[in-house]
């Protein structure tokens, strides 16, 4: 069998029909980690023998007709899910040696339906940045050049669907680190409605924001994994009680009549020639297929990136004030209580980490709360109503997922303003709890991928997926090196 051109369903095809034994695929998959990861450094953790195991258990289902969609199905999972008995770092000195003593529910999910962990990708330092460059260990390349950034936070789960070394994973998205990083590795993934799916076990960046969801290769993939993973959950006070249905449900049927609005805010000057020209073409093949575009602004997008870092800098420094070295994370040294936490603290996390968690607690300091958070959260009702008053007169929204294709290693982690300015395309999305999925729609004149998004209505993650896929049924997607 070739893994590298099988979907999810041609998986469970193929394993169901005795094609191939959950044993071998598992095999298949961990032998092509060993030949591509230390090019690719995909993966933090690598769990063969644990993998192993559960294949043997996943087979034993199939063989008595008891197999779910992902029943001996291999896949990767961001290594800021908490895994019952395997390492969780978050990418980060502070929790390299922690070993979770319980599952986050997503993984009880997927647990339950029999799948197989081939390991724990690697991410941007407790989930911040945008290239996954400032993980502690696992600098992760991308698949189409190994000289780029795969983007972020959520790079590793990107990169290892790009280059095959598993045909889907889970990562987290805060402000784009699905969507970024699956544009810039030409692969697909999809940011859930705010609380669709339970946080509990994702170790937290911020709070408001936060939201697991699939990266794979195709919209129905991600919807294949979505639809194991969503629900309300009683651990997690913040998971919708809405209904779940088939996110696949939509797939194949028309999308005639549909109303697709482009904000020009998005198509602005700091938006790549190459990239607004792959999306507007993009556009016009959904006019082929039938749907209707309009145009509409975005007045607030100019302040989004702010606002965004201020709310996520404010829930950031709240949540890591419990990495002290006492309650959590490394143990630093000192003969006072201060001089240790300090000492903590200092070796165990990275300079972004640090940056972001002094940029938090200056916003929420005496004197400059109102002139900074309070605005920002006036800012974010602001966001919340253009999105409504686009939704009356539009189905979704498409627009670019970043203005560049991925960039070269070392060319932004050095500049933070730079870096955080390349996020405008996508944090608005967080900020109003919607759901959007990224998926290729082109290549730059270097062969680099070009992504765009669609955003849609809360809990309207199948018209997504539909949308997705009646482009991606016609657009001729090119693998990399590792896929070829």
Do not use: W
């Not at 980690?33 to 690598?46: A, C, F, L």
């Not at 390991?119 to 698949?143: I, L, R, W, Y």
């Not at 996390?349 to 605005?375: H, M, P, Q, T, W």
Request: contains cysteine; negative net charge; glycine residues 8%.
């Amino acid at each position: 069998m070739d893994i590298n051109k099988v979907s999810l369903s041609g998986l469970r095809k193929a394993l169901d029909n005795k094609e191939i034994s959950a044993v071998e695929l598992a095999e298949e998959y961990i032998s092509k980690i060993k030949t591509v990861d230390p090019e690719i450094e995909g993966y933090i953790t690598v769990t063969e023998e644990q993998a192993l195991e559960s294949a043997k258990r996943a087979q034993e289902l199939i063989d008595g007709g008891d197999s779910r969609p992902l029943t001996g199905i291999p896949l990767a999972i961001k290594d800021n899910i908490c895994t019952d008995g395997i390492r969780t770092t978050c990418a980060s000195k502070m929790l390299e040696s922690f070993v979770p003593p319980y599952n986050a529910t997503v993984i009880e999910k997927l647990n339950e339906q029999g799948y197989v962990l081939l390991g724990k990708s690697s991410m941007d330092e407790f989930a911040m940045g945008g290239s996954t460059q400032t993980a502690a260990f696992s600098k992760t390349k991308n698949p189409y050049d190994t000289d780029r950034v795969p983007g972020g936070s959520s790079g590793g789960s990107a990169a290892i669907v790009s280059a095959g070394t598993a045909p889907a994973a889970l990562g987290s998205d805060t402000g784009g680190s699905i969507r970024q990083p699956s544009s810039f590795c030409g692969v697909t993934g999809l940011k859930p409605t705010y609380g669709r799916v339970s946080r509990y076990g994702l170790i937290a960046f911020a709070s408001s924001l936060d939201q697991i969801g699939p990266i794979a290769n195709s919209a129905e993939d991600c919807g294949i994994l979505l639809n194991a993973v969503a629900g309300t959950d009683e651990h997690d006070a913040t998971s919708a009680r809405v209904p779940v249905k088939d996110f696949n449900e939509k797939i194949g049927q028309s999308i005639a009549g549909m109303k697709i609005a482009l904000p020009q805010e998005f198509f602005g000057e700091s938006t790549d020639e190459e990239v607004k020209q792959a999306v507007t073409d993009a556009a016009k093949e959904y006019e082929k297929l039938g749907a209707t575009l309009v145009d509409c602004h975005m007045s607030s997008l100019k302040y989004a990136v702010a606002a965004y870092y201020l709310i996520s800098g404010a829930e950031a420094a709240s949540n890591l004030s419990r990495f002290d070295g006492i309650k959590y994370g490394l143990r630093g040294e000192g003969r006072s209580f201060d001089e240790m936490i300090r000492d903590s603290r200092s070796r165990g996390f990275g300079a972004e980490v640090k940056r972001r968690i002094l940029l938090g607690n200056y916003a929420l300091s005496s004197g400059y709360y109102d002139a900074y958070y309070r605005k920002a959260l006036a800012l974010k009702q602001q966001i919340i109503k253009e999105y409504n008053e686009i939704y009356e007169k539009a189905d979704v929204i498409l627009t670019p997922t970043a203005p560049t294709v991925a960039y070269r290693i070392g060319e932004q982690e050095t500049d933070p303003v730079k870096m955080y300015l390349a996020d405008i395309c996508t944090v608005t999305v967080n900020i109003a709890s919607l759901p959007a999925i990224s998926l290729p729609c082109g290549y730059n004149s270097d062969g680099m991928p070009i992504g765009m998004s669609l955003v849609g209505k809360r809990f309207d993650e199948a018209t997504l997926i539909q949308t997705a896929d009646a482009y991606q049924r016609n657009f001729a997607a090119v693998p990399n090196k590792y896929r070829a």
